[in-house]
């Protein structure tokens, strides 16, 4: 029977694995970020809000002001736009965050209050496919903020749990002989 409740090397491995948790996210957000490096290559084009709305959703999370039971409510703005391209009229909204990127009312209602439905805004079209499309001004910086805090997170933990384990493993060794 292998004891492993209180053995150092448990932190190693939950360490390495909050590390590997945080290399994984960091990843996505690089693509997320090289996303945006791309997108902010295509062409501008004139567009007018036709809807808007903060979108709640529940996810799991701790220490927030917005809970409910066990899940922390997010939210985020749900804006539709239409443009045209080539004479063609398109309509597309904005994208729901992922896990890490949802927001807090705050940012959703500052959106909404920017993109009120008939007015104008600008947006970045694919023109490889016009129905790929980006509103401009969404302040993405704060969607990645949250993946940003959370890579630091897991990352400090994972490296503190992997430290923890390898002294105890040490210090074991030390007392054995």
Known sequence: MVRTRGHPFFGVVLGTFFIAVAVFVNSQASREEERHAALSKWPQRPATIVGAEVVRFERQGSGSRNRVGSKKIMAYPRIIYRY?????????????????????????????????????????????????????????EEMVKG??????????FGSGFVIAGFIGTIRRRARRR
């Open 84 to 140: 045209e391209l080539e004479g063609r009229a398109y309509t597309n909204e904005t994208q729901k965050p992922n896990f890490f990127q949802g927001q807090g009312f705050d940012y959703a209602y500052r959106m909404l209050g920017r993109f009120q439905p008939g007015s104008k805004a600008q947006v970045r079209v694919n023109p490889a496919n016009p129905y790929e499309s980006e509103l401009e001004g969404l302040e993405r």
């Open 147 to 156: 993946e940003k805090k959370f890579v630091l997170l897991a990352a400090c």
